[in-house]
Nanobody, 123 residues
Framework: VQLVESGGGLVEAGGSLRLACVAS????????MGWFRQAPGKEREFLAG????????HYADSVKGRFTISIDNGKNTVYLEMNSLQPEDTAVYYC?????????????????WGQGIQVTVSS
């Protein structure tokens, strides 16, 4: 199983970024997918999760209304649209995946992780 994130970088406060994560490998086609982040000196934080069919999603209160998770299961890709970014959003962002037996699983528990991608928001 391989998860590869893209789309990170440097943005000014108030700006936007769109992260993407392509999943490959594994025996099962259905996946629950999510995004986490880890800032220096802090624990990894759950941000958002989405079901394989895209019908169900769940957000952390810290990003609700600013971040949007979406999925293109034909491309095995999950996205995180991040708006109104602030310096406190600076972190390494991780994509995560869990194989699912059904199309509508949403979870905060994942077994597979990407390598992470840096997002830096300047003030």
């Amino acid at each position: 199983v391989q998860l590869v994130e893209s789309g990170g970088g440097l943005v000014e406060a108030g700006g936007s970024l769109r992260l993407a994560c392509v999943a490959s490998g594994g025996l099962f086609s259905r996946k629950a997918m999510g995004w986490f982040r880890q800032a220096p000196g802090k624990e990894r934080e759950f941000l958002a999760g989405i079901s394989w069919n895209g019908a169900r999603s769940h957000y952390a209160d810290s990003v609700k209304g600013r971040f949007t998770i979406s999925i293109d299961n034909g491309k095995n890709t999950v996205y995180l649209e991040m708006n109104s970014l602030q310096p406190e959003d600076t972190a390494v962002y991780y994509c995560a995946m869990e194989f699912a037996l059904n199309d509508d699983l949403v979870t905060e528990d994942y077994d597979h992780w990407g390598q992470g991608i840096q997002v830096t928001v300047s003030s």
